[in-house]
T-cell receptor, first 115, second 115 residues
Framework: GAGVSQSPRYKVAKRGQDVALRCDPISGHVSLFWYQQALGQGPEFLTYFQNEAQLDKSGLPSDRFFAERPEGSVSTLKIQRTQQEDSAVYLC?????????????FGQGTRLTVV | AQSVAQPEDQVNVAEGNPLTVKCTYSVSGNPYLFWYVQYPNRGLQFLLKYITGDNLVKGSYGFEAEFNKSQTSFHLKKPSALVSDSALYFCAVTFEDTGFQKLVFGTGTRLLVSP
């Protein structure tokens, strides 16, 4: 597609529910990132994939958070047993190279509200 | 710790006047610096970046930024503001410790351009 696509755009989950957020990166992009943006804050890094390999997951806040990219394209961020503090916008970004010289392209994000 | 600071939550400027949105950073080693803009209901959009070379970098929509190593700053500027520039602006940095693979964002500055 023309840009990074994320679905769903909005998700309301009851506390304790599991959720899965999908990211379709720009075709051919090697690098894929997930960020969490709380209300009034800047995005915070969660995890990074180079193709199908998850090279950095240092930003995942707890073991309830899990991300995968099994075929090196689409990625899914899964949150188990959601808590209210998980409410945020989850942003996916992709870039065409593995270096810092190329900017990342962001999706519109998934707004997760845990009630 | 590696960080980015945007000291102003909001900047107000009249259309046609010059604008400056401030950003300072704290990293060990050489930083790679970025500005992104976020419009309502849209993803983060890349404006410009500094990797190396000329300290003044020019980007999209007439924006520019000046890298100042001694002041550890990377302020965003535009000579003549437009009402359509009103948005949320984020400064971000990546650095060698992370393999240049993740962005650390500031908290954002809301720019309001009045007619």
């Amino acid at each position: 597609g023309a840009g990074v696509s994320q679905s769903p755009r909005y998700k309301v989950a009851k506390r304790g529910q599991d959720v899965a957020l999908r990211c379709d990166p720009i075709s051919g992009h090697v690098s894929l990132f997930w960020y969490q943006q709380a209300l009034g804050q800047g995005p915070e890094f969660l995890t990074y994939f180079q193709n199908e390999a998850q090279l950095d997951k240092s930003g995942l806040p707890s073991d309830r958070f899990f991300a995968e990219r099994p075929e090196g394209s689409v990625s899914t961020l899964k949150i188990q047993r959601t808590q209210q503090e998980d409410s945020a916008v989850y942003l996916c970004a992709s870039s065409s190279t593995t270096g810092a010289y190329t900017e990342a392209f962001f999706g519109q994000g998934t707004r997760l509200t845990v009630v | 710790a590696q960080s980015v600071a945007q000291p102003e939550d909001q900047v107000n400027v009249a259309e046609g006047n010059p604008l400056t949105v401030k950003c300072t950073y704290s990293v060990s080693g050489n930083p790679y610096l970025f500005w992104y803009v976020q419009y309502p209901n849209r993803g983060l959009q890349f404006l410009l970046k500094y990797i190396t070379g000329d300290n003044l970098v020019k980007g999209s929509y007439g924006f520019e930024a000046e890298f100042n190593k001694s002041q550890t700053s990377f302020h965003l500027k535009k000579p003549s503001a437009l009402v359509s520039d009103s948005a949320l602006y984020f400064c971000a940095v990546t650095f060698e410790d992370t393999g240049f693979q993740k962005l650390v964002f500031g908290t954002g500055t809301r720019l309001l351009v009045s007619p």
